[in-house]
């Protein structure tokens, strides 16, 4: 099941670099996040692995169950489209950041700024 996991992870990249448009791609939350919606009344669905926000006069939210359940994905697109504005920051409270280097990520925001992690050296990956 993780080869085919996989090989769709690599074809909705693959779209998303061909097309230019990142908005298929997924962003995790804990899915504590979902947990205010339930207390107003939503109702949510699921099977194993996908589920359904429903609220009275909103739209609706499907999203992807990772983690034991744990975790839940949007794609990125559905963030702006689907969650209101003024909801926007409670979801950003439980964002679940993915393995990246944080070094990189500070280098990408502020290009030419300093960010020393340690001695510069040769490195080969292992193939």
Do not use: N
Not at 92 to 119: F, I, K, N, W
Request: net charge negative.
């Amino acid at each position: 099941m993780p080869e085919q996991a996989d090989l769709v992870w690599k074809r909705t990249v693959a779209r998303a670099v061909s097309s230019g448009d990142g908005s298929p791609l997924p962003i995790h939350f804990c899915a504590s996040v979902l947990r205010r919606y339930v207390d107003s009344g939503a109702k949510i669905l699921r099977t194993d692995t996908v589920g359904r926000l429903m609220q009275p006069g909103k739209a609706v939210i499907d999203f992807g169950i990772v983690e034991d359940g744990a975790v839940i994905h949007l794609r990125f697109g559905d963030i702006g489209s689907l969650i209101a504005e003024s909801e926007r920051a409670h979801w950003l409270d439980h964002l679940v950041p993915p393995s990246t280097s944080r070094p990189y990520l500070q280098m990408t925001l502020q290009p030419g700024a300093c960010h020393d992690d340690g001695e510069l050296r040769e490195w080969v990956p292992e193939a």
